[in-house]
């Protein structure tokens, strides 16, 4: 594997998943792996887990770090060929993906959909960039479609609770304030297709995710209904897909709740708005994944670390 960029990356679900788990049990197995190899993690946009758990995999397989806060503190970037940039963009990603990759060994890139322009987020013209002009493995955490370091992790911790040869599993929309990007349920939903699961989509009507994502998957509306008996709930916001970008209405009922998870585990990538998206009652119980998911972060990355660098 050169690049992670996305959860067909993934060539063997349940080998990685195990190869996961051995990581965890030794997180520092393997700490002379990445010496004198370095990581230059660059961040369009926010990030506490992602960032902070990018950075102890490097460390646990004894790379260096350097992390760049792109969004803020870096030149304006032009994605486009033969663009006259007289305007405020004031470099250009041929040169910028050449220079990054003679000052690392492997570049992680962070940039979310803008939610205003469809084909724009999904041509993914910071991720594919930094792939086409870097001379040097990529790795994604987050782009505008796909979140698959997170549906990695989410995959480690399913296996790690799982106690059926085939759960139910159920992602759920959840309200939020904010117009939030489709890439964590996009690449959930890609996650739960390699997995051995009976596997429910439940959202209001206006919600649905990109069909080309969700072929063959079941959709149920009556939120209530889906979750009936489900072992896992994956909670998650999401904008309208069809109307792209767009906070169709705030109903509150599609809150996560005690009832509706009955005695399934709760899971969410975090961050999460409390008592918007799932109730106190339902994060502070030991049916709460979120913590454990937030850990398997640091292994699922330390697992694609590890595949990278015994190519290099
Ligand atoms: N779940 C996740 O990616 O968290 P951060 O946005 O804090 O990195």
């Given at each position: 594997m050169k690049h992670y960029l996305a959860v067909n990356d993934i060539d063997d679900l349940n080998q990685w998943v195990e190869e996961a788990k051995l990581l965890k049990a030794n997180?520092?197995?393997?700490?002379?792996?990445?010496?004198?190899k370095t990581i230059c993690l660059l961040f369009f946009n926010n990030s506490l887990r992602t960032r902070l758990s990018t950075q102890k995999a490097a460390i646990n397989l004894g790379m260096n770090v350097m992390v760049m806060n792109f969004g803020s503190e870096g030149w304006q970037l032009e994605f486009g060929d033969?663009?006259?940039?007289?305007?405020?963009?004031?470099?250009h990603i041929k040169e910028a993906a050449k220079v990054v990759s003679q000052f690392c060994d492997i570049v992680a890139i962070r940039a979310f959909a803008s939610l205003a322009d469809k084909e724009k987020d999904e041509a993914e013209i910071v991720l594919k960039g930094f792939t086409k002009h870097a001379s040097i493995p990529v790795i994604n955490m987050e782009s505008s479609v796909e979140h698959p370091l997170q549906a990695l992790a989410d995959a480690i911790t399913i296996a790690e609770q799982n106690n059926k040869t085939k759960p139910k599993i159920v992602l759920s929309w959840a309200p939020h304030p904010k117009a939030l990007p489709h890439a964590v349920a996009n690449s959930f939903v890609k996650m739960m297709q390699l997995q051995d699961a009976h596997f429910v989509i439940t959202h209001p009507?206006?919600?649905?995710?990109?069909p080309q994502i969700t072929k063959n998957v079941s959709i149920e509306y009556n939120q209530e209904k889906a979750c009936e008996n489900a072992d896992f709930i994956y909670v998650k916001n999401w904008s309208s897909y069809t109307d792209y970008g767009?906070?169709?209405?705030?109903?509150?009922?599609?809150m996560m709740t005690k009832k509706k998870l009955g005695k399934a585990k709760f899971m969410h990538c975090l961050p999460v708005r409390r008592n918007v998206v799932v109730a106190d009652d339902v994060l502070d119980s030991?049916?709460?994944?979120v913590i454990e998911q937030a850990n398997n972060r640091t292994f699922a990355a330390q697992l694609v670390l590890k595949k990278i660098l015994e190519k290099l």
């Open positions: 997180s520092v197995a393997l700490k002379n792996l990445g010496k004198d033969g663009e006259i940039m007289n305007q405020g963009k004031s470099e009507k206006g919600y649905e995710l990109n767009k906070v169709l209405h705030k109903d509150t009922k599609w030991n049916q709460s994944l």
